[in-house]
DNA sequence: CTTAATATACTTGTATACAAGTATATTACG
DNA sequence: CGTAATATACTTGTATACAAGTATATTAAG
């Protein structure tokens, strides 16, 4: 596991959800790994409270199984949870954004046009791999401008789950695509053409696609069905 | 606060979790009211650590505030977090009643069918206590039929910002309407009826409408703005 | 009496010890 | 050699002790 630096404020419960979290979704920790409260703890030079705490918690977004007594196992990929997990994150993404287009103010376009102009200067100095920070936080910005950002944050433990088979996937190449998309999305969203918006979500998450017949050949391991 | 009983296989934690569930959608547990790790495990008769467990997953979902080495409090009455609930109460259970009318089968339309047939016994028993179970069941059982019963887990805690605003709400007695609402959605996904089964719940959530003013003015302590 | 300094009694965060149960390795037996 | 009984070394669940910090009560000074 890669064990990040543990910033100074933070308890070593969030230090411990924060490199747990980051090892699940890089596959790092490979889903049907056995993991352990006393050597996470070692590890991380934290005591078992604080990993235990955090094991909970992703436990219960199913990205852990715990089995008292015997073991705790990094989930394996279920095509059931993630297909649950993309079906929330678009009927939301969709009902977000439509609510942007009703709230969005001046506040609410500095906030988006200043993450999009980033994303293209970064892809205009091909400096793609500072875009995908980026992405993740011009979604937040969309619930926040929507004024739906505890939403955000309830999901994104569980969009874990779509994201890491993401990451399995080869053809993750075409992302500088998703630039163009934001930018469509702030100026349809700038216009408050919820029937654009709408349409780009769409497109936009259809770029996710997963092939999952090809990733299950490659690691059939991985899958629990 | 009203301590019911551990199951005998039940771990402490899970008993901590659905007794402070309980206590603060009943609004036995004030809102803005202090509770200690130590006060609950006394009168919970267990320790610190499954209270504190159980804790601090109510705290992700927001129902109670821990401030460190200060205390740990009921969370406030917050309009935007009760809208947030709402808000997405109502496109998940609109998303899912859709799937429900393309996934329905033999076996889920027993299993609909039971629990709205015995609302209707209980109600022309005039048991209409025995209808408030049934209701969260028969929202479950849609989410089932539909596949997506993990999303019905992942939100049904945070849905208690929105139930237990209702609960201090005087006109929860036209309770008896939502058996036909129930009857006529189960009719409508029986006949893959995506229109008017979406029209439904549209009109069985508006049967939940809270009258925000007129609890802020009874409670106004309760609330966070 | 007022005000400031100091105890005191809390709070949650973390570390650790023990309890209870599981799976594997080892040992003894046939 | 094969099999069953028994240690052994794990696992997570729970209880408890201590650490660090906050807020209030108490005390002392002016």
């Known amino acids: 596991m890669k064990v990040l630096n543990k910033y100074s404020r933070e308890t070593a419960r969030d230090f411990a959800l924060r490199v747990l979290k980051e090892n699940i979704l890089s596959l790092e920790l490979k889903p049907g790994m056995a993991i352990s409260e006393n050597e996470l703890s070692a590890e991380l030079k934290i ?35 993630v297909e649950e997990a993309r079906f929330l994150r678009k009927i939301t993404d969709t009902a977000v954004i439509e609510t942007a287009c009703d709230e969005i103010d001046e506040e609410g376009i500095k906030l988006l046009e200043d993450n999009v102009s980033l994303q293209e200067y970064y892809l205009s100095k091909g400096m793609t791999d500072k875009i995908f920070e980026l992405d993740n936080q011009f979604h937040k910005d969309i619930y926040v401008v929507a004024k739906k ?44 053409d919820k029937k654009t918006a709408v349409e780009l979500v769409d497109k936009h998450l259809s770029r996710y696609q997963i092939d999952e017949k090809e990733i299950r050949s490659k690691k059939p391991e991985y899958f629990k069905v």
Do not use: C, W
């Open 47 to 81: 005591s078992r409270t604080p990993v235990r705490e955090a094991i909970i918690e992703l436990a219960k977004a199913y990205l852990i199984e715990i089995y008292p007594q015997r073991g705790s196992f990094i989930s394996l990929i279920d095509p059931k949870m």
């Open 149 to 192: 950002d505890i939403i955000y944050e309830i999901h994104s433990t569980l969009m874990i789950h779509f994201d890491r088979v993401r990451n399995l996937s080869v053809a993750t190449v075409k992302d500088f695509k998703v630039v163009g998309d934001h930018r469509n999305m702030l100026e349809a969203i700038k216009a408050r």
